[in-house]
C-alpha cells in the first residue's frame, strides 16, 4: 500500500521560516515528480512548487524567492524549505507523488493526508 506523509507544519510568525517534509513508500514502481500543492479555507488547492527526478523544478509565482524544493531520491523524500512566511501563506499543504511503470509508462499518482502552517503574529 503506498504511503505518502508529511510532516514539518505548524505556527510561525510573519517572516519566519519552516521546512516540510514528505515520504513516498510502498510502490514497486518508480517516484517520478514530487510536489507541495496548498489549500486555505474557502480557496482550491493550488500548486506551490514541484521536482521530477532528476532535480527539475517549477514554482508557484508566489513561492519564487521564498520556497526551496528539494528531494532525497535514495529516501524518496521531497522537502519544501519556506523562508520569509506570509499570512497569506497559511493553508494545509498536500504532498503529491507521482510513480511511473517504465515498462508502459503509465502514471499512478498520491495525495497525502496535509499539514497544516500557520503563519500569524
Known amino acids: 500500500q503506498v504511503q505518502v506523509v508529511e510532516s514539518g507544519g505548524g505556527l510561525v510568525q510573519p517572516g519566519g521560516s519552516l521546512r516540510l517534509s514528505c515520504a513516498a513508500s510502498?510502490?514497486?514502481?518508480?517516484?517520478?515528480?514530487m510536489g507541495w500543492y496548498r489549500q486555505a479555507p474557502g480557496k482550491e488547492r493550488e500548486l506551490v512548487a514541484v521536482?521530477?527526478?532528476?532535480?527539475?523544478?517549477n514554482y508557484a509565482e508566489s513561492a519564487k524567492g521564498r520556497f526551496t524544493i528539494s528531494r532525497d531520491n535514495a529516501k524518496n523524500t521531497v522537502y519544501l524549505q519556506m523562508n520569509r512566511l506570509k499570512p497569506e501563506d497559511s493553508a494545509v499543504y498536500f504532498c503529491?507523488?507521482?510513480?511511473?511503470?517504465?515498462?508502459?509508462?503509465?502514471?499512478?499518482?498520491?495525495w497525502g493526508q496535509g499539514t497544516q502552517v500557520n503563519v500569524s503574529s
Open positions: 503529491h507523488a507521482g510513480f511511473i511503470d517504465y515498462s508502459d509508462y503509465e502514471r499512478f499518482y498520491y
Open positions: 510502498g510502490s514497486i514502481f518508480s517516484l517520478n515528480v
Open positions: 521536482i521530477n527526478s532528476g532535480g527539475s523544478t
